[in-house]
């Protein structure tokens, strides 16, 4: 059978997961396909219906599909990142960016500041923001105005223009970015860094047969241990992938229960 990818992550992540792609292609002896030609919401959906096998998606909506009875979807793994922060664990953080020559210092500088956030479907930009509200027992009137942007590295860039004050960026998103562009750190300040929350999952679609996904789980969790598989994960600045558990996502729900209050 042909398989097909698709990534809902921000754009940064695209030339990983099509290397991935590839690999597998040779690893398997299938034909694959990296599929980003069609918006990340519409590939999201092919992903939920099997029209793309593997898809590497928010946490959100994969507790969102998995509070139904049988879902389509299964956990695949989790990609471990490579920087110090990560400490080896499947997680990454939402760093509350603002520009470095702003007045905000810390999170309660922002009150009745502009936010941009990428999409309401996203933990890193959106929910983990509600959740630090819900902590500190304000509710969605504490910033002034709410844009969205429609992706992290949009967030990033209408903070760098002066056009909101704001923005939550999934950390391994601005550590891509940094790495491209080193002289971004210079032009932003982090006034708090949110999380650490469980980390995108890959998932794949039930309809592959259960060999086929026990294999394509292996491959994944044993990249590293080649040195072509190091190659790869170097390109997404990650150390290895483990194999998923469900229970890895309690902490997500357990946030998303918390701020259940907070209409932003």
Not at 73 to 87: D, N, V
Not at 175 to 189: C, S
Request: proline share 5%; with cysteine; charged share 15%.
């Amino acid at each position: 059978m042909k398989l097909t990818l698709t990534t809902v992550q921000a754009r940064n992540t695209h030339a990983v997961t099509a290397a991935i792609a590839d690999y597998l292609a040779q690893q398997l002896n299938l034909e694959t396909a990296f599929i980003i030609d069609p918006p990340w919401d519409e590939c999201l959906q092919n992903v939920l219906a099997g029209r793309i096998q593997i898809g590497w998606m928010c946490g959100f909506p994969y507790v969102q599909q998995t509070a139904v009875p049988n879902p389509a979807i299964e956990l695949l793994a989790m990609p471990i990142f490579a920087g110090a922060r990560y400490q080896n664990q499947p997680v990454y953080f939402s760093d509350l960016i603002v520009r470095r020559d702003s007045q905000f210092y810390v999170f309660e500088d922002l009150r009745g500041a502009t936010w941009a956030y990428n999409e309401v479907g996203s933990q890193s930009g959106y929910h983990i923001v509600r959740y630090k509200l819900a902590q500190i027992g304000v509710d969605g009137n504490f910033f002034a105005k709410k844009v969205a942007s429609g992706a992290h590295l949009q967030s990033l860039e209408m903070v760098l223009a002066g056009k909101v004050s704001a923005a939550a960026i999934d950390s391994t998103v601005l550590d891509e970015a940094l790495r491209d562009a080193p002289d971004l750190a210079e032009k932003i300040r982090i006034v708090e860094v949110l999380g650490p929350s469980p980390i995108p999952p890959w998932v794949i679609h039930k309809s592959v047969p259960a060999p086929l996904r026990q294999s394509i789980r292996q491959a994944l969790t044993q990249l590293h241990l080649t040195a072509t598989g190091r190659e790869i994960l170097a390109l997404g600045e990650m150390a290895r992938f483990e194999t998923a558990v469900d229970a890895h996502y309690d902490l997500l729900r357990q946030m998303l229960h918390a701020s259940q209050h907070i209409t932003l």
